[in-house]
């Protein structure tokens, strides 16, 4: 799969750029007086300019304020500091103890700001800024990635979507490149995926549609909720039983965002086709349908396909995956493959005990059976998106059940 339009590229907007050095500066400030002082600041301050929410590429330099949990605040530092490589981080809070400053500092904090603000000390601070910027500015400028969006859809319902995105995106986080990855539901209906990896989120979409007007860089950080592989996870918030909707708008001021700060966003589009789900897959690079060789599904997953091309997505952008499948079935399979006029891009192997053990026990299938023909499937899987990554020889030869059938991996779609 060689596609390189969404490898990591330089930012366009609000960079640190040698001949203009115009700098934007995120506000991430709870306390109305102290984010007005600081507006007034940056306003003033030559070079500097407040960051447009709608500008998805990561600020040059973020404010964050101290919350009243400490320890949320280090680790939003530090997942902001690894993701947006080029972007520095200032915090400030009422209280200044040296535990702290110390932990701040560790964390990845280049600057202190004690509150009340100080107009001299902030200047001074934006200054020294300048001055590392200025130094650093050829090789560390905010990168805005263009991270591929997976968006996995279900031909119907029970199909296994949602193993689908989970388990490709912890193969994901196994690659040697240690891409970032970020699993988001999209599933207002079912919105079940945190079963999956026994995590109880506190944050979900609710909290984004409550005021989309509060979406930066600092607040998508704060509402992810990350699992002990790093991988890190936006919940729906939203299902069948409760009130609401997830907006289009919603969903693509969020995904913009986070594909401009993660390698893979990984998709869980559940199985209805609605204005939301469409907004999701228009923004995909990769629409991955999910099907399984099953009358009644093979019949959904043909009407899924033909309106998503009678709605305009290009055959490029579509996949077809083929989850529970039998060794035996290959006559089935042609067969489906001609009535669906879209040839199979993955078969993922049918294994229900290593599946439901993994489900079960909310890990996905690369910690609970790495070994098995399913989880060696969701690895070979994830390999085939990096092509940076060249996967292990001894790993090749052992994916060697699916020899067969490997010329429907490689075979662009039809
Ligand atoms: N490769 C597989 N082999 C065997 N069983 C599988 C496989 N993948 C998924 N399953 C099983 O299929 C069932 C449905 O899986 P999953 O919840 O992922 O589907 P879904 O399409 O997301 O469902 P829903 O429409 O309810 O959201 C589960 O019991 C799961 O264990
Ligand atoms: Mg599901």
């Known amino acids: 799969m060689a596609e390189s339009s969404w490898k990591p590229k330089r930012a366009s907007a609000g960079t640190a750029d040698s001949t203009k ?15 007005k002082a600081l507006e007034e600041i940056v306003v003033e301050k030559d070079g500097f300019q407040l960051k447009d929410n709608k500008e998805t590429t990561p ?14 605040t280090f680790s939003v530092i530090r997942d902001l500091v690894k993701a947006a490589r080029g972007t520095e981080i200032f915090l400030t809070a009422a209280e200044l103890d040296s535990a702290i400053l110390l932990e ?46 997976l968006a996995f859809f279900g031909g119907k319902g029970g199909v296994g979507t949602t193993s689908m995105a989970v388990n490709t995106a912890a193969a994901l986080m196994k690659l040697p490149s240690e891409p970032r990855v970020v699993l988001v539901d999209v599933n207002q209906h079912g919105g079940d995926l945190p079963l999956y990896l026994d995590i109880q989120p506190t944050h979900s979409f ?45 969903v693509e001021s969020t995904l913009r965002m986070l594909q ?26 990769l629409i991955l349908v999910t099907s399984t060789l099953m009358v009644p599904v093979v019949h959904r997953t043909k009407r899924i396909l033909e309106l998503l091309r009678g709605s305009g997505f290009p055959q490029s952008k579509l996949r077809l995956i083929m989850n529970r499948y039998l060794s035996g079935e290959k006559d089935v399979l042609v067969e489906t493959e001609e009535i669906l006029k879209q040839k ?16 079960n026990s ?23 998106f990096d092509d940076q990554a060249s996967k292990p020889q001894a790993k090749a030869s052992t994916f060697g059940w699916l020899s067969p059938f490997k010329s429907k991996q490689t075979q662009p779609a039809t």
Not at 21 to 35: D, G, P, R, Y
Not at 227 to 233: A, D, F, K, N, V
Not at 344 to 359: I, K, M, R
Request: with cysteine; charged share 25%.
């Open 21 to 35: 050095s115009t700098f934007n500066v995120e506000l991430s400030i709870q306390s109305a007086e102290i984010k």
């Open 59 to 72: 600020p040059s330099l973020l404010i964050l304020e101290l919350d009243e949990n400490p320890e949320e």
């Open 104 to 149: 701040a500092m560790r964390s990845g904090a280049k600057e202190f700001l004690a509150q009340p603000i100080q107009k001299q000390e902030v200047e001074d601070a934006f200054s020294r800024f300048q001055e590392r910027a200025t130094a650093t500015v050829a090789n560390d400028a905010p990168i805005k990635k263009d991270g591929k969006v």
């Open 206 to 250: 609710r909290d984004i549609a409550a005021d989309p007007s509060r979406v930066d860089q600092a607040f998508l950080f704060r509402i992810l909720t990350k699992c002990e592989s790093g991988l890190q996870i936006l919940a729906s918030g939203y299902d069948d039983l409760s009130t609401g909707r997830l907006s289009p708008d919603c």
């Open 260 to 285: 401009s700060n993660f390698d893979y966003v990984v998709l869980d589009c559940g199985h209805v086709l609605d204005l939301t789900t469409k907004k999701a897959m228009e923004l995909a690079s």
């Open 344 to 359: 199979a891009h993955w078969l993922v192997p049918n294994d229900y005990p290593s599946v439901s053990h993994s489900v």
């Open 362 to 384: 909310g890990k996905p299938l690369i910690d609970t059976a790495p070994k098995t023909a399913v989880g060696k499937s969701y690895m070979d899987f994830a390999y085939s």
